[in-house]
């Protein structure tokens, strides 16, 4: 069985990054993520400084980029495709300067096309965001997100489909989505092995998995809500035994609302 680190999916302390880190540390976290998902609040010396205290400190680090930042527009133009590529080319660039393991970003949506159409824009728009990445020295690995309603872009075969073709982007499971989209079918091992197992698949030699968690609300197949822990029905027992069958490292991010929930998360799949 490969290291399981967890952590939050926010950084818990904004004021320092000695504050940050020390809150991690405190809470025996040995991962985060840093949250951008809303707007960027961080700058290249503040991001510096937590990679070096995280490294010092063996703490896993990614990044979410903004919600804005997806790609798989209808056109590679115009102001909603120019905010995109600056909110993923910001995150590279903060990912870069903290050392950080992967860019999370969200795969777009199918915006009345067939599902092989909005995965063919999904990629040939990455295509131009690596170009930019690479000339600016941020070509950092990126991490395309499962998403949680069943008739959008987003299943596992999509994120496994876009990473196999453009070779640097890894997919993100987030089993809270998956419950939700399946009807609440992780409720034993089995299912999340089967994730894992298709997703090892494709993963790079020593790329770890990353791997979004929390308890769900749901309704017609569809993500509502993140809940507290046992409110709903996912537990993250099924997910530890699971992962007893890979040597493959797991970064667990805890997208539970509340500090509570995140400490049960931790508690089942470390100790």
């Given at each position: 069985?490969?290291?399981?680190?967890?952590?939050?999916?926010?950084?818990?302390?904004?004021?320092?990054?000695?504050?940050?880190?020390?809150?991690?540390?405190?809470?025996?976290?040995?991962?985060?993520?840093?949250?951008?998902?809303?707007?960027?609040?961080?700058?290249?010396?503040?991001?510096?400084?937590?990679?070096?205290?995280?490294?010092?400190?063996?703490?896993?680090?990614?990044?979410?980029?903004?919600?804005?930042?997806?790609?798989?527009?209808?056109?590679?133009?115009?102001?909603?495709?120019?905010?995109?590529?600056?909110?993923?080319?910001?995150?590279?660039?903060?990912?870069?300067?903290?050392?950080?393991?992967?860019?999370?970003?969200?795969?777009?949506?199918?915006?009345?096309r067939?599902?092989?159409?909005?995965?063919?824009?999904?990629?040939?728009?990455?295509?131009?965001?690596?170009?930019?990445?690479?000339?600016?020295?941020?070509?950092?690995?990126?991490?395309?997100?499962?998403?949680?309603?069943?008739?959008?872009?987003?299943?596992l075969?999509?994120?496994?489909?876009?990473?196999?073709?453009?070779?640097?982007?890894?997919?993100?499971?987030?089993?809270?989505?998956m419950?939700?989209?399946?009807?609440?079918?992780?409720v034993?091992?089995?299912?999340?092995?089967?994730?894992?197992?298709?997703?090892?698949?494709v993963?790079?030699?020593?790329?770890?998995?990353?791997?979004?968690?929390?308890?769900?609300?749901?309704?017609?197949?569809?993500?509502?809500?993140?809940?507290?822990?046992?409110?709903?029905?996912?537990r993250?027992?099924?997910?530890?035994?699971?992962?007893?069958?890979?040597?493959?490292?797991?970064?667990?991010?805890?997208?539970?609302?509340?500090?509570?929930?995140?400490?049960?998360?931790?508690?089942?799949?470390?100790?």
């Amino acid at each position: 069985m490969g290291r399981i680190r967890v952590g939050p999916a926010r950084v818990p302390e904004r004021e320092s990054p000695e504050q940050a880190v020390e809150l991690l540390l405190e809470r025996g976290y040995e991962a985060c993520e840093i949250d951008f998902e809303s707007g960027f609040w961080m700058d290249y010396p503040w991001a510096e400084r937590l990679g070096e205290l995280a490294r010092e400190h063996d703490i896993a680090l990614s990044v979410h980029a903004p919600l804005f930042g997806w790609v798989g527009h209808l056109e590679a133009s115009g102001r909603k495709w120019a905010s995109a590529v600056g909110g993923l080319d910001r995150s590279a660039g903060i990912a870069a300067a903290c050392g950080a393991e992967v860019v999370v970003f969200h795969p777009g949506f199918l915006l009345g096309r067939s599902r092989k159409d909005a995965i063919d824009a999904v990629v040939e728009q990455l295509a131009i965001v690596r170009e930019r990445l690479e000339g600016k020295g941020r070509g950092v690995p990126f991490g395309v997100e499962v998403m949680g309603r069943v008739r959008e872009l987003g299943t596992l075969e999509d994120c496994l489909e876009i990473s196999v073709r453009t070779g640097w982007v890894r997919p993100v499971i987030d089993f809270a989505h998956m419950h939700a989209t399946s009807d609440g079918a992780f409720v034993e091992p089995e299912p999340f092995r089967e994730a894992l197992e298709l997703a090892d698949a494709v993963l790079a030699p020593g790329a770890p998995f990353h791997i979004h968690f929390s308890d769900i609300a749901f309704a017609n197949r569809n993500e509502t809500k993140h809940l507290r822990y046992g409110e709903g029905t996912l537990r993250a027992d099924p997910l530890n035994d699971a992962l007893e069958g890979f040597e493959r490292t797991a970064t667990v991010i805890s997208e539970s609302p509340d500090e509570a929930s995140s400490q049960l998360i931790r508690a089942a799949l470390t100790t």
